[in-house]
């Protein structure tokens, strides 16, 4: 059954640090990959996706993706407490899916705390 | 982004009773939603898939007869939790999308089942 971890948390980091959060997945198959941002008792926001190999920048965020190894990371520049919050890694659950036609599987979450 | 919008945003209802949550894509044409729960400290669990004019693809483990899932069109698309008992109170989250790519998730419905 296709997974995908990460590390519950909660991650501290003090403002204005670089936050890096990370998720493996078991399925090599996988082909694109989704970071969203929950806030507690909010549904998730869509943060970035990442379909090949290499970094994707947006902003303060980039997104890393290494197929070999089988991990994604999230790297968020000049932390603020806004960024407070549970972010989730997800990929489709059918391999070699773009995301949009199959359901996602999540992984649990980490909590982040930027510490002012 | 696209938007994607749920209706009500919360609802308390008697055990034995039966609650319908409205998923719309707002400003796109869905040609799929989904349909996830999330528990406290939980993270989300898909429950069906359905596409416009199709019945729904649910799960394993998820009671197609409890959870009645109707996608009449493109921009709509409905969740009935039938006979709810306590143990289904949850957060309900639909997303949508326009096909391969990115799933944009409505706000959720909490459902509190007394």
């Known amino acids: 059954q296709k997974e995908v971890e990460q590390n519950s948390g909660p991650l501290s980091v003090p403002e204005g640090a670089i936050a890096s959060l990370n998720c493996t997945y078991s399925d090599r198959g996988s082909q694109s990959f989704f970071w969203y941002r929950q806030y507690s008792g909010k549904s998730p926001e869509l943060i970035m996706s990442i379909y090949s190999n290499g970094d994707k920048e947006d902003g303060r965020f980039t997104a890393q993706l290494n197929k070999a190894s089988q991990y994604v990371s999230l790297l968020i520049r000049d932390s603020q407490p806004s960024d407070s919050a549970t972010y989730l890694c997800?990929?489709?659950?059918?391999?070699?899916?773009?995301?949009?036609?199959?359901?996602?599987?999540f992984g649990k979450g980490t909590h982040l705390i930027i510490q002012p | 982004g696209a938007v994607v919008s749920q209706h009500p945003s919360w609802v308390i209802c008697k055990s034995g009773t039966s609650v319908k949550i409205e998923c719309r894509s707002l400003?796109?044409?869905?040609?799929?939603m989904f349909w996830y729960r999330q528990f406290p400290k939980q993270s989300l669990m898909l429950m069906a898939t359905?596409?416009?004019?199709?019945?729904?693809?649910?799960e394993q483990g998820v009671e197609k007869d409890k959870f009645l899932i109707n996608h009449a069109s493109l921009t709509l698309s409905t969740l009935t939790v039938t006979s709810a008992h306590p143990e289904d109170s949850s957060f309900y989250i639909c997303s949508a999308s326009q096909g391969a790519g990115e799933q944009y998730f409505g706000p959720g419905t909490r459902l509190t089942v007394t």
């Open positions: 400003d796109f044409q869905a040609t799929t």
């Open positions: 997800a990929a489709p659950r059918t391999p070699y899916s773009g995301g949009g036609a199959d359901g996602l599987t």
């Open positions: 359905s596409n416009e004019g199709s019945k729904a693809t649910y």
